[in-house]
């Protein structure tokens, strides 16, 4: 019923989106990951069944020999690339930043190469070809030299991503770059909600550094090379990167951290989840189907080589799973130890396993697209980060209550078991998970339907440059207000300095009038001292003096007295005298 559903949805859209059928498109995906070419694969289907014609430049050709309107060219070398990465191992020694500048980038000339060297999409491309399209999209995460068969072409120019943007895209399009938020996905668990002020400092220090030397002239000058090469000489890429009218983005904010996005960015997600799955082989359908007790399935997807786990984290996987109270489905490569509840293969139809009501729980390494399928299905989660965006989607992922989460570089038998058994009977995560599956699923219309409307949009009106936003422009000290953030804090600052000189001058000046007061006083205060002390010398001399002449007078008024005692005495005797002689 779905099907018809959608088809008849399709049929509607073709009807009231006009004039923009029969198209020709031209696609370029060239990175060499089933991860990245499975988000677009029913994509290039769909709009070739919709009548458009499109020629697809791609790592995993698609084998479909119904798709009249689809001429692909396979460069399936580019797969040799990456042989000699080990994701575990690079894990444990680096961070997903230096895997990027030392490997990543550095992957970018030799994929550009072998699109524009293919000997037939050349014939494409050739300036006699006579060949036109109305739109060129290209996978935008390192080989922006292809951008320049836009150019080519004087066709509109679409970007795609199989994953959240990476930091660098962000900012040259316009998009906020958030070093700490938890949608950076390229600093891994350094990344969060509240971090510290340190720890945002670190970030900050490691993304911008990152940006700015290992995005430079030598990035886009190899990439501008190329397109020179092939093309003559055609204007710069990575203007042409700033210049794109759409850029397609597999993220949905409800498995996703959200974060703003500029008008030009359009997310979709699970266009390759489908609910017309291919059945299980015999052998398998019956292992699963004879589990009393269901199965668990265990896969780290295509990027990760369980070939290359040490002795010892595969005793551990294998001690686990085979005590395990029911069976195990587990992509594997490589030689195990017999176990009657384990079944092992070196490849699975996925998304049919997980459709399988038996399954209970999908142990992960937290790819993007196995995280889709599984909320599709409605399967809880045991996840095991390795790589890129693998510790963002898990961690967004346990926030939701559908997954546990287990560092694989420390783990041991307790920690995985206790994760698996937690899942397997807790019935909360189930509940949370079915939740999620019908949260995704509750939109106007779907994914598919999104963006071929967008994809025939900007067909219909020759591109979409009204949508492109003009920060892309603008410096990064500009679009951040960091000229004026350091303009005001240099007046503030220099504000500050300037109250604190007035603010010590005055303070100099109080002192200086109090210490002037205090030393006025003193000197009042010493020559009151000095004059009482004076007084009081001068009384004590007067007091003295005074004693003196009182006593003087004393002693002057005795004697004066004993004089004039001494005269009456000798007066009365010389009148006794004289009385007696006059007798």
Same mark, same amino acid.
């Given at each position: 019923?779905?099907?018809?559903?959608?088809?008849?949805?399709?049929?509607?859209?073709?009807?009231?989106?006009?004039?923009?059928?029969?198209?020709?498109?031209?696609?370029?995906?060239?990175?060499?990951?089933?991860?990245?070419?499975?988000? %677009?694969?029913?994509?290039?289907?769909?709009?070739?069944?919709?009548?458009?014609?499109?020629?697809?430049?791609?790592?995993?050709?698609?084998?479909?020999?119904?798709?009249?309107?689809?001429?692909?060219?396979?460069?399936?070398?580019?797969?040799?690339?990456?042989?000699?990465?080990?994701?575990?191992?690079?894990?444990?020694?680096?961070?997903?930043?230096?895997?990027?500048?030392?490997?990543?980038?550095?992957?970018?000339?030799?994929?550009?190469?072998?699109?524009?060297?293919?000997?037939?999409f050349k014939k494409v491309y050739a300036p006699d070809s006579g060949q036109k399209f109305d739109v060129?999209?290209?996978?935008?995460?390192?080989?922006?030299?292809?951008?320049?068969?836009?150019?080519?072409?004087?066709?509109?120019?679409?970007?795609?991503?199989?994953?959240?943007?990476?930091?660098?895209?962000?900012?040259?399009?316009?998009?906020?770059?958030?070093?700490?938020?938890?949608?950076?996905?390229?600093?891994?668990?350094?990344?969060?909600?509240?971090?510290?002020?340190?720890?945002?400092?670190?970030?900050?220090?490691?993304?911008?550094?990152?940006?700015?030397?290992?995005?430079?002239?030598?990035?886009?000058?190899?990439?501008?090379?190329?397109?020179?090469?092939?093309?003559?000489?055609?204007?710069?890429?990575?203007?042409?990167?700033?210049?794109?009218?759409?850029?397609?983005?597999?993220?949905?904010?409800?498995?996703?951290?959200?974060?703003?996005?500029?008008?030009?960015?359009?997310?979709?997600?699970?266009?390759?989840?489908?609910?017309?799955?291919?059945?299980?082989?015999?052998?398998?359908?019956?292992?699963?189907?004879?589990?009393?007790?269901?199965?668990?399935?265990?896969?780290?997807?295509?990027?990760?080589?369980?070939?290359?786990?040490?002795?010892?984290?595969?005793?551990?996987?294998?001690?686990?799973?085979?005590?395990?109270?029911?069976?195990?489905?587990?992509?594997?490569?490589?030689?195990?130890?017999?176990?009657?509840?384990?079944?092992?293969?070196?490849?699975?139809?996925?998304?049919?396993?997980l459709a399988h009501p038996n399954i209970k729980l999908f142990v992960y390494q937290g790819g993007l697209?196995?995280?889709?399928?599984?909320?599709?299905?409605?399967?809880?989660?045991?996840?095991?980060?390795?790589?890129?965006?693998?510790?963002?989607?898990?961690?967004?992922?346990?926030?939701?209550?559908?997954?546990?989460?287990?560092?694989?570089?420390?783990?041991?038998?307790?920690?995985?078991?206790?994760?698996?058994?937690?899942?397997?009977?807790?019935?909360?995560?189930?509940?949370?998970?079915?939740?999620?599956?019908?949260?995704?699923?509750?939109?106007?219309?779907?994914?598919?339907?999104?963006?071929?409307?967008?994809?025939?949009?900007?067909?219909?009106?020759?591109?979409?440059?009204?949508?492109?936003?003009?920060?892309?422009?603008?410096?990064?000290?500009?679009?951040?207000?960091?000229?004026?953030?350091?303009?005001?804090?240099?007046?503030?600052?220099?504000?500050?300095?300037?109250?604190?000189?007035?603010?010590?001058?005055?303070?100099?000046?109080?002192?200086? %009038?109090?210490?002037?007061?205090?030393?006025?006083?003193?000197?009042?205060?010493?020559?009151?001292?000095?004059?009482?002390?004076?007084?009081?010398?001068?009384?004590k001399k007067r007091k003295k003096r005074v004693g003196r002449n009182t006593t003087r007078k004393i002693?002057?008024?005795?004697?004066?007295?004993?004089?004039?005692?001494?005269?009456?005495?000798?007066?009365?005797?010389?009148?006794?005298?004289?009385?007696?002689?006059?007798?």
């Amino acid at each position: 019923m779905k099907p018809v559903l959608v088809y008849l949805a399709t049929l509607f859209l073709t009807l009231i989106t006009g004039p923009s059928s029969g198209a020709r498109i031209l696609g370029i995906i060239p990175i060499p990951s089933y991860s990245h070419q499975i988000a %677009y694969q029913a994509l290039w289907k769909t709009l070739s069944q919709r009548g458009h014609e499109v020629f697809l430049v791609t790592a995993n050709p698609i084998s479909d020999t119904n798709l009249k309107n689809l001429t692909q060219f396979g460069i399936e070398e580019g797969y040799e690339l990456i042989k000699p990465l080990n994701f575990l191992q690079d894990r444990l020694t680096s961070t997903w930043v230096d895997i990027v500048t030392n490997y990543i980038l550095k992957m970018g000339e030799p994929l550009s190469e072998l699109v524009y060297s293919h000997p037939e999409f050349k014939k494409v491309y050739a300036p006699d070809s006579g060949q036109k399209f109305d739109v060129v999209i290209v996978e935008a995460i390192i080989t922006p030299g292809c951008y320049a068969l836009a150019h080519r072409f004087d066709a509109p120019l679409i970007g795609t991503y199989s994953l959240g943007l990476m930091q660098h895209f962000n900012y040259v399009i316009g998009n906020p770059v958030l070093s700490s938020h938890p949608s950076n996905w390229e600093l891994g668990k350094n990344v969060g909600l509240n971090l510290p002020f340190w720890k945002r400092l670190k970030n900050f220090v490691t993304m911008w550094t990152h940006l700015f030397t290992e995005y430079g002239e030598n990035y886009y000058g190899l990439q501008q090379k190329v397109a020179n090469k092939y093309l003559g000489n055609v204007p710069s890429v990575k203007e042409m990167e700033k210049n794109m009218s759409l850029v397609l983005v597999n993220q949905q904010d409800e498995i996703s951290y959200a974060r703003p996005y500029v008008p030009n960015v359009i997310t979709f997600g699970s266009l390759h989840v489908s609910d017309n799955v291919k059945p299980l082989p015999k052998d398998l359908k019956e292992f699963v189907d004879s589990s009393p007790n269901g199965f668990v399935y265990v896969s780290f997807g295509t990027n990760v080589q369980t070939a290359a786990f040490s002795k010892e984290l595969k005793s551990i996987f294998f001690d686990v799973l085979s005590n395990l109270p029911l069976k195990v489905v587990w992509k594997f490569k490589g030689d195990l130890p017999k176990s009657s509840n384990i079944y092992t293969a070196e490849w699975f139809s996925q998304q049919s396993i997980l459709a399988h009501p038996n399954i209970k729980l999908f142990v992960y390494q937290g790819g993007l697209q196995s995280t889709e399928e599984a909320v599709h299905f409605g399967v809880p989660l045991v996840g095991l980060p390795v790589l890129a965006d693998q510790d963002m989607q898990i961690s967004k992922m346990v926030s939701l209550g559908v997954c546990r989460f287990v560092e694989i570089l420390e783990l041991t038998k307790e920690t995985l078991d206790e994760a698996i058994r937690d899942v397997l009977t807790d019935k909360r995560y189930k509940e949370n998970m079915t939740r999620l599956h019908n949260l995704i699923k509750d939109k106007p219309r779907s994914h598919m339907e999104n963006v071929i409307w967008w994809i025939e949009y900007v067909i219909r009106n020759k591109g979409a440059p009204h949508l492109r936003s003009t920060i892309a422009d603008e410096p990064w000290y500009q679009r951040y207000d960091v000229d004026i953030i350091a303009f005001l804090s240099i007046i503030l600052f220099m504000t500050l300095v300037f109250s604190l000189y007035v603010a010590y001058k005055i303070l100099l000046v109080i002192a200086k %009038y109090y210490a002037t007061s205090v030393t006025s006083e003193k000197q009042k205060v010493d020559k009151l001292y000095s004059e009482l002390s004076r007084g009081k010398i001068y009384e004590k001399k007067r007091k003295k003096r005074v004693g003196r002449n009182t006593t003087r007078k004393i002693v002057l008024y005795k004697r004066g007295r004993e004089k004039e005692e001494k005269q009456d005495d000798d007066d009365e005797k010389e009148e006794v005298e004289v009385e007696a002689e006059t007798m």
